[in-house]
């Protein structure tokens, strides 16, 4: 069953995507970023990628740790049209500069 995203959801969806949010559980939606055309695989059908997870009870988002499982809290503001997955810290090492 199809719900309408979170108001506080302010990502546009990628060139040739779009989200859908399906409830997961009584308390929480899984959103899913959707594509179409699909691949010739799957006989053109739609293309579905967990894009993360939100509580309305509370307006929290979800990092996924796969497309069933629930991952840690994440503030919208850290997330891409692409995920919730957290955007990975860049290490930079003094040896980096002394090529």
């Known amino acids: 069953m199809m719900h309408e995203l979170p108001t506080s959801f302010f990502h546009q969806p990628p060139e040739g995507y779009r989200y859908e949010a399906i409830r997961k559980n009584a308390s929480i939606l899984a959103i899913w970023s959707v594509c179409n ?15 993360g997870f939100y509580k309305p009870k509370s ?8 497309s069933k499982k629930v991952g840690n809290t994440i503030k919208f503001e850290d997330t891409t ?13 003094i040896l980096d500069f002394l090529q």
Do not use: E, Q
């Open 59 to 66: 307006d929290t988002y979800y990092s996924p740790v796969n």
């Open 37 to 51: 055309p699909g691949f010739v695989y799957n006989d053109g059908a739609d293309v579905r990628c967990i894009w």
């Open 81 to 93: 049209p692409y995920t919730a997955m957290p955007k990975p810290k860049v290490k930079i090492s």
